[in-house]
DNA sequence: CGGAATGAGGAATTTTATTCCCTTTGAAAG
DNA sequence: CTTTCAAAGGGAATAAAATTCCTCATTCCG
């Protein structure tokens, strides 16, 4: 499905989307043509979400970075269903998983200061029934990227056999 | 600095930045010229800090993400220095945080399977020395997203005094 | 009451994306 | 072996978008 150019384009895509696609073809060794095709394949394959800017955090106010883990009792699947739409509407919370081992939910959540974390604590507590919550603060985002490696896709082979 | 249209245009290029310019001014009632301007400025003040492309995960292979804590007894500048080089290296580690607390240090790392996270593992305490790691890991992301709150940030009054 | 700065807008120009149509390649059928 | 078809690629024309250039209000000092 993926072929080593597909790779490529989309190495440079991650980097930069700005980059004209005249230029890409020129790095992969294709003419614009044929790479434009295969980057709206990988659009409609949805190999390629979407197209983002991104911000500084420091510059619109979102200095600080809380991971909150969150235990809970409750462990149906309407529960869950009712909680995560909740914590989905606060644009605060950047990133939410369900885990495995002892904690079930993990947030990242973005705000100015500590007070505004508190603030939003207790907007989220007033919403939602936890058992237990455990917050950490990150002193500094050395690393943030939104790069996926590619060194994990299997390029399809020209030929089989 | 940033006035409300700034962060309205913020606030559609954070989702899609595929939108014409002409159709950002119309939605923020300016024409494109001043729209264009005022979106080259949050460029040039580093307030975008550049337009990716975003990609399904489970398409490129990147179908597990695994937390690890690190805690350490190494404290000396040279070290994290060090120790922040060798990690940024790792396109698996598409999160770094200097944390405060218990833990750390705290990676967020994406691989195709377990397997993948042991070979990354094993690559990782090969290149450095750690007192304490331990990793958790993701059953489900049901939340991610790059788009930063922007109710924070504070719009310039038009008039002052 | 002048400008001088700031912000906005229209229209021309340049750059890119997109489409159209044709060529090449390679594998499978006959 | 040819023939045929499908998949990929490419050049050139066209459409759309970004970027520039010039002009027009408004406001704020002096």
Request: glycine share 4%; hydrophobic share 40%.
């Amino acid at each position: 499905m993926i072929d080593r150019i597909d790779r490529r384009i989309l190495s440079i895509l991650q980097e930069d989307c700005t980059v004209p696609v005249a230029e890409i073809g020129r790095r992969v060794g294709l003419s614009t043509t044929p790479c434009w095709r295969r980057i709206q394949k990988m659009e409609e394959d949805g190999v390629i979400t979407g197209r983002v800017a991104l911000l500084d955090p420091a510059k619109v106010n979102a200095k600080v970075t809380a991971f909150v883990a969150i235990t809970t009792n409750q462990h149906t699947e309407d529960w869950l269903k009712k909680f995560a739409d909740v914590i989905r509407d606060f644009p605060e919370v950047v990133e939410f998983y369900r885990m495995a081992g002892q904690v079930d939910y993990l947030l990242r959540v973005t705000v100015p200061d500590i007070a505004a974390y508190d603030a939003f604590y207790k907007r989220l507590i007033a919403k939602i029934d936890i058992t237990d919550v455990s917050t950490t603060f990150a002193m500094e985002q050395i690393k943030y990227t939104t790069e996926l490696p590619l060194s994990y896709v299997v390029p399809e082979k020209p030929k089989a056999d």
